[in-house]
């Protein structure tokens, strides 16, 4: 950008083939793209805009990042004589100053009893890392629904993504953890909480699924479980990204209601033989093993399969992006070593429900990120579109739309930041036996939350809320998948009876009026 032009300058290139126009003290010459331009040439010949300063015109259209493409940064020519952009893209870690836009943790001024250096350390390094390689793979395969790219996979794999992402424990030992800015001994719930929402930031919830997902929900009980030969067998494979895993569990017979599963195991000699289908199962497409919910004589037993004969995978299309591998998933007569059971045979029920706990409750630190997200949005585009001479937040209806939307996203991150403390002050055990209701109350406000922002924000942008790309992009992804959260990892009814239900048991009987 080295030439300078006064305005006057570029004002002398307003007509056809002599095409000139000023954004945010740049100049471009788009004299031979005009007929390209997606919308058509006749906007660029407006009086508003040809040879002038069409900065509020363009923001009014599009959002920045189309500036930062190779194709349209080829079109810079220049700069205005004196002066500098003043509008430029997020460096890879650096925070929103957006209010609302980061959790108060984060924001210059405030406190938490909860966050320590450790934590903010690892929350800068999480994010400039994302930013720069993993961002720019979500938007892609969000858009073209092609799995995580295995070059992806053993990026995150040097740094112990995934064995980050199961949370504090004994898997973590010897590993060294997002380049060493934290130690195995000192990683706890909140620096796993920190990943969740990183990874939630850019708008792209069928990637966040993709992202290794079916390996969140389905490695704790073969860590938890699993015999140590088993261990040896599949997680070293599973955390370098040589691997795969999905949690098999809901069929089309049952979702919620896990004791109807129809899915049954026989006892062969040594080995079980596996019939049955599976349905909705994330990364399954691509799973090699599946830590999967079966019907036994003496109750329900959970087994890990290993992709082989008799194991067939075939696409759903859902709602969000083909990216997450979702997954209808046959085992036809699949034989499988009984050495790969989980737990006591019979005793798989209490596997699968200490182990939603954790799927809850990072299901819930995902959605709360992306309804941030949705905030953040909300705020930019209430203040930059003009109507009826004003912005936007000028009116008070809008206001009054973004107020009862802060007012939900803070009130969800205190929600789950008291039930992360409780995490990182219980054992496993306690955490089994206490927080199941809690958890289960929570993930239903976050996620009844996020819906209702939905569709405020939807109304907050209009017309490009319903487009899949363009300024609205990220809303219409959010207001088309929030509802995943209110139905994966138990639905949010159910899991707002179930919390009901155990505090009602814990009731005093001396409890009364």
Known sequence: MSQEFTAEEVA??????????????????????????????????ANGVAGKDATSVFFGLHRHEVLLKPQYSRLII???????????????????????????????????????????????????????????????????????SQELVNKLAEQNFLAMRLGPGKHLHGKTLLGGVVTPEEFDYFHE?????????????????????????????????????????????????????????????????????????????????????????????????????????????????????????????????????????TFDKVRVPVANTLGKEGAGMSVILSNFNHERWMVTGCSLAAQRLVV???????????????????????????????????????????ITHQMNNMTYSEMSSKLAGPIGLMKMFVSTAGRLTAEDATQVFGGRALTVTGMGRMIENYHRTSGFDAILAGAEDVLGDLGVRQAMKRLPKTAVL
């Not at 007509?15 to 006749?42: C, Q, R």
């Not at 994330?282 to 194991?311: E, H, Q, S």
């Not at 705020?379 to 936007?392: A, D, E, H, T, Y």
């Not at 009054?400 to 008291?418: F, G, S, T």
């Open 12 to 45: 002398k290139h307003n007509k056809e083939g002599d095409l000139w126009i000023t954004i945010d003290s740049t100049v471009y010459n788009i004299s031979k793209f005009a007929d390209l331009h997606p919308g058509g040439s006749t906007v660029l010949y």
């Open 376 to 418: 953040e949005e909300c705020m930019k585009w209430s203040n930059q579109r003009i109507v009826f001479g004003k912005p936007l937040n000028s009116q008070a209806v809008i206001r009054a739309k973004l107020a009862v939307m802060i007012q939900r996203v803070e009130a969800c991150q205190a929600y789950v930041e008291n």
């Open 78 to 148: 220049g700069k205005i004589k004196g002066e500098e952009p003043q509008i430029k893209a997020l460096a890879p870690g650096e925070i929103s100053k957006v209010p609302y836009a980061e959790p108060t943790w984060l924001v210059e001024g405030f406190k938490s009893p909860y966050y320590t250096e450790s934590h903010r350390k690892y929350q800068r390094k999480l994010r400039a890392f994302l930013m720069e390689h993993v961002q720019p793979e979500a938007e892609k395969c969000e858009a073209n629904g092609k799995r995580i």
């Open 193 to 329: 909480f920190i990943l969740n929402c990183e990874i939630s930031r850019f708008g792209t919830r069928g990637f966040v699924d993709g992202l290794l997902n079916g390996g969140v929900i389905s490695l704790p009980p073969i860590l938890n479980y699993g015999s140590k030969a088993l261990q040896e067998e599949v997680l070293p494979d599973a955390f370098s990204g040589k691997k795969f895993v999905a949690l098999a569990i809901s069929e089309a017979f049952a979702g919620s209601d896990v004791s109807g599963l129809q899915t049954t195991a026989v006892k062969d000699g040594d080995h079980w033989v596996i019939t049955g289908t599976k349905k909705w199962i994330t990364n399954g497409t691509f799973a090699d093993y599946f830590t999967t919910g079966c019907k036994t004589d003496n109750g329900f037993t959970v087994i890990l399969v290993p992709r082989g004969p008799g194991v067939e995978t075939k696409p759903i299309k859902t709602s969000y992006s083909a990216t997450a591998g979702t997954a209808f998933v």
